[in-house]
């Protein structure tokens, strides 16, 4: 999904809002503690320059953190470029500085270009490559993508940088081919770690989605494998799990004591034809059958209830979002944890985090933040008190940004 309209200036600021309540947990036990509030530490934000945006994250059992990242390059210090032809088959932005931008090869080494002042055509948002970058001086190549695959070493804020010609990539047009991956315009709405291996939760088109899917690989992303048998989760059924975001809990979900993968469920991943506050939904399913499309059920209720039929969902309690957000079990604080970062279009754009004792709710909203934009938290690193949250566009670059969320508990 593209950067959010740039129509917010300056940095965050702390805002503080309301409580939320308590009950039982699948993460490990309910607690008394309540969030009254919350503040972002933005004039420490990180900027580790690798150009993309959405950024949703999982923390793996090779102690790696690996984020999807979409229409970017995911590397830093080099030209994106896009090889071959662009068509109309071919949604989206394409970016190529070296293509149909105002880049040069003159004086410098074979195989490197200067990207020049003027940004390729349809590129819009990306004009901020020249914002960190010398765009007088010469860079490699790096291959522009749809939808890819970063894994970082490291514990916010702080990540190794990788060597190699293509850095911290592990996969370009993820979870298919690049003609699927250029055709359909596909982008990652949530991925997630259980044991060796990791999931992803797909979406196609951006924006106003179509279809949901899943994919999953056992070679730390390396290879993808479509789940087999078809997904439930598109128009025909009208499903509103087309934008599925897996709930984290901690490293290869090893703080979930209950055996089930939990998953909040969305119509879109921004609903650009007709902007609207989205209901979020919850799936449950076995979590060595995360792949299986038929063993997944769906909220029906209090209780909680639960549905082998979709059409039975109903929303959870307490949440809403007009973009594709994250979500997260927090063991210290043993809070689950909704992070979306456009949560109200008035004002420039608003977005929130809402925590809850449970996946189903009830969800109480802990604080608010200037946002419109789409960011993730990040189930590696986090504090007593704190988490890391992902943020591309907007008020920041557009690239891979890291910001603190501190809360304030009673």
């Not at 702390?14 to 309540?21: D, E, H, L, S, Y």
């Not at 078809?230 to 934008?243: E, Q, R």
Request: aromatic share 12%.
């Amino acid at each position: 999904m593209k950067a959010l309209l740039r129509i917010c200036s300056g940095l965050l600021v702390a805002i503080v809002v309301v409580a939320c309540g308590g009950g039982g947990s699948s993460g490990g036990g309910s607690t008394s503690l309540q969030l009254t509030g919350l503040s972002l530490d933005t004039a420490n934000a990180t900027d580790l320059h690798y150009m993309g945006d959405l950024w949703p994250s999982t923390w793996a059992s090779d102690d790696k953190l690996y984020m999807a990242f979409g229409d970017g390059t995911g590397m830093k210090n080099c030209v994106p470029n896009y090889p071959g032809n662009v068509s109309a088959s071919e949604p989206g932005v394409v970016v190529s500085w070296a293509v149909n931008g105002s880049a040069t090869q003159g004086s410098c080494p074979a195989g490197q270009w200067k990207p020049g002042l003027t940004v390729p055509t349809g590129a819009g948002f990306y004009n901020d490559f020249c914002d960190h970058n010398d765009c007088s001086q010469c860079y490699d190549l790096c291959r522009f993508t749809p939808n890819g695959l970063v894994a970082l070493s490291g514990t916010p804020p702080t990540f190794q940088d990788c060597t190699g010609t293509d850095q911290c990539v592990v996969y370009r047009d993820l979870p298919v081919d690049p003609v699927e991956a250029g055709s359909t315009w596909v982008k990652t709405s949530s991925i997630i770690a259980i044991g060796n291996r990791l999931i992803v939760a797909a979406h196609y088109p951006a924006g106003t989605v179509t279809d949901g899917y899943l994919s999953y690989s056992d070679d730390s992303g390396v290879t993808w494998t479509k789940a087999t048998g078809s997904s439930p989760w598109n128009d025909s059924n009208a499903s509103h799990f087309k934008v599925m975001v897996f709930i984290q809990m901690g490293q290869a979900y090893g703080e979930n004591s209950d055996g089930y993968l939990y998953a909040l469920g969305m119509d879109h991943e921004l609903n650009q034809s007709s902007l609207t506050r989205m209901d979020l939904y919850l799936a449950r399913v076995p979590k060595n059958m995360a792949t299986d499309y038929t063993a997944y059920e769906y909220y029906s209720g209090s209780g909680p209830a639960w549905s082998g039929n979709q059409g039975d969902a109903v929303p959870v309690p307490g949440l809403s979002t007009y973009a594709q957000s994250s979500a997260m079990y927090h063991s210290k604080l043993k809070k689950y944890l909704f992070f979306s970062g456009l949560t109200d279009i008035s004002a420039g754009g608003e977005g929130a985090v809402f925590a809850a004792d449970d996946p189903w709710g009830p969800w109480s909203q802990v604080g608010t933040f200037p946002g419109n934009f789409i960011g993730s938290v990040i189930p590696k690193g986090i504090g007593d008190n704190t988490v890391y949250f992902t943020a591309a566009g907007s008020t920041f670059p557009y690239t891979l940004n890291l910001i603190k969320i501190t809360f304030q508990t009673s």
